[in-house]
T-cell receptor, first 109, second 115 residues
């Protein structure tokens, strides 16, 4: 069974700090990796995706992928209270996406 | 560009009843996937439709069924509702099998409560 694991949190960081969110996956055949943000009571919205080893930056967000270690991370620089949400890691292998349980992030003013 | 829309947004049913949820995909997207998200959990894959054919199914019983129409909109039907079916049902559209990462774009969801 393909699994995606995340720490459920909550992860609390002060405003302006770097938040680091981690994800591991079980299927070595996975091709693409996604981070979604979900506010309470809302649907997931795509932050970014990555499919090559290394780092990918988009504004305050950096995704990191290490396929050998089956590890994906998301760094949020200069965290803002508006970043407080649940962050879902999703892994695509074939046509199916497998989501982790999400990490709840709380950015304290 | 029109995003993914779902209806209804909220509904309450009783155990044993049937429900139909509807989804219109994002403009230009030919693939629709349905996910169930229970409280405090990540979305769980139900099934995917591509060009009106089921193109993959998760670990859900046959009482979960679906359709995709020629305009790529879709329905999720659940028969013989059980209490554990209470969840947020998410529809996601994507550009399908055309290559690329195939990222999912979600609608706002339909929150189903089964009493």
């Amino acid at each position: 069974q393909k699994e995606v694991e995340q720490n459920s949190g909550p992860l609390s960081v002060p405003e302006g700090a770097i938040a680091s969110l981690n994800c591991t996956y079980s299927d070595r055949g996975s091709q693409s990796f996604f981070w979604y943000r979900q506010y309470s009571g809302k649907s997931p919205e795509l932050i970014m995706f990555i499919y090559s080893n290394g780092d990918k930056e988009d504004g305050r967000f950096t995704a990191q992928l290490n396929k050998a270690s089956q590890y994906v991370s998301l760094l949020i620089r200069d965290s803002q209270p508006s970043d407080s949400a649940t962050y879902l890691c999703a892994v695509r292998g074939g046509q199916n996406f497998v989501f982790g349980p999400g990490t709840r992030l709380s950015v304290l003013p | 560009e029109t995003g993914v829309t779902q209806s209804p947004t909220h509904l309450i049913k009783t155990r044993g009843q049937q429900v139909t949820l509807r989804c219109s995909s994002q403009s230009g997207h030919n693939t629709v996937s349905w996910y169930q998200q229970a409280l405090g959990q990540g979305p769980q894959f139900i099934f995917q439709y591509y060009r009106e054919e089921e193109n993959g199914r998760g670990n859900f019983p046959p009482r979960f069924s679906g359709l995709q129409f020629p305009n790529y909109s879709s329905e999720l039907n659940v028969n013989a509702l059980e209490l554990d079916d209470s969840a947020l049902y998410l529809c996601a559209s994507s550009a399908g099998l055309a290559g690329g990462p195939g990222e999912l774009f979600f609608g706002e969801g339909s929150r189903l409560t089964v009493l």
